[in-house]
């Protein structure tokens, strides 16, 4: 199976709402990030969140990293209709000199 | 603010063609890559390039080439597309190895073979 698989692959909610995805990893890593794509164009980084943190916040998104569970966990608050997006973990691999990335999870936000 | 541009968003060729894909990043960063993204895949790396004339291959090399003749610009080659090469691709780049540091993204190239 793929690296930094995320979960739930889609995701429908009501605007004000929270929106939580959660991803799995499977070796060591030094750093995990989150990128977003809007429908038919390229990904757009997030945040980086590195080995030695547990939690990173960047405006209305918060990041969790629990490195003994392999696992990540990106909240995004008070969610917009402009939020509607697929959002990637990705971890680096091949020896740090690529990041891997896991299927996605597309979020959906309604008015 | 980097960019990444990409020659074309969509791009229609017929099985057989020699493709090629053309990336520009203006940052003059090291690390340069090429993904493919297709429904329930995610992004799967093509190949990446640490240096100008270096490169590597990565996790879906096969029907592949590539080139990187000067520091900005990044070549993805389809020697002779064929229809399961129809994909989304995606070309980026980082200043570090390629792991450690966020990656910058172009808008894409939507290729479809007939």
């Known amino acids: 199976s793929q690296q930094g698989e995320e979960d739930p692959q889609a995701l429908s909610i009501q605007e004000g709402e929270n929106a939580t995805m959660n991803c799995s990893y499977k070796t060591s890593i030094n750093n995990l990030q989150w990128y977003r794509q809007n429908s038919g164009r390229g990904l757009v980084h997030l945040i980086l969140?590195?080995?030695?943190?547990r939690e990173k916040h960047s405006g209305r998104l918060r990041v969790t990293l629990d490195t003994s569970k392999k696992s990540s966990s990106l909240l995004i608050t008070a969610s917009r209709a402009a939020d509607t997006a697929s959002y990637f973990c990705?971890?680096?691999?091949?020896?740090?000199?690529?990041?891997?990335f896991g299927t996605g999870t597309q979020l959906k936000v309604e008015l | 603010d980097v960019k990444v541009t990409q020659s074309s968003r969509y791009l229609v060729k017929r099985t057989g063609e020699k493709v090629f894909l053309e990336c520009v990043q203006d940052?003059?960063?090291?690390?340069m890559f090429w993904y493919r993204q297709d429904p329930g895949l995610g992004l799967r790396l093509i190949y990446f390039?640490?240096?100008?004339?270096?490169?590597e291959k990565g996790d879906i090399p096969e029907g592949y080439s590539v080139s990187r003749e000067k520091k900005e610009r990044f070549s993805l080659i389809l020697e002779s597309a064929s229809t399961n090469q129809t994909s989304m691709y995606l070309c980026?780049?980082?200043?570090?190895?390629?792991?450690?540091?966020?990656?910058?993204f172009g808008p894409g190239t939507r290729l479809t073979v007939l």
């Open positions: 969140i590195r080995s030695n943190e």
């Open positions: 390039s640490y240096d100008v004339k270096m490169k």
């Open positions: 940052m003059d960063h090291e690390n």
């Open positions: 990705a971890n680096p691999t091949g020896g740090g000199n690529k990041l891997t």
């Open positions: 980026a780049s980082t200043p570090l190895a390629g792991g450690a540091d966020t990656q910058y």
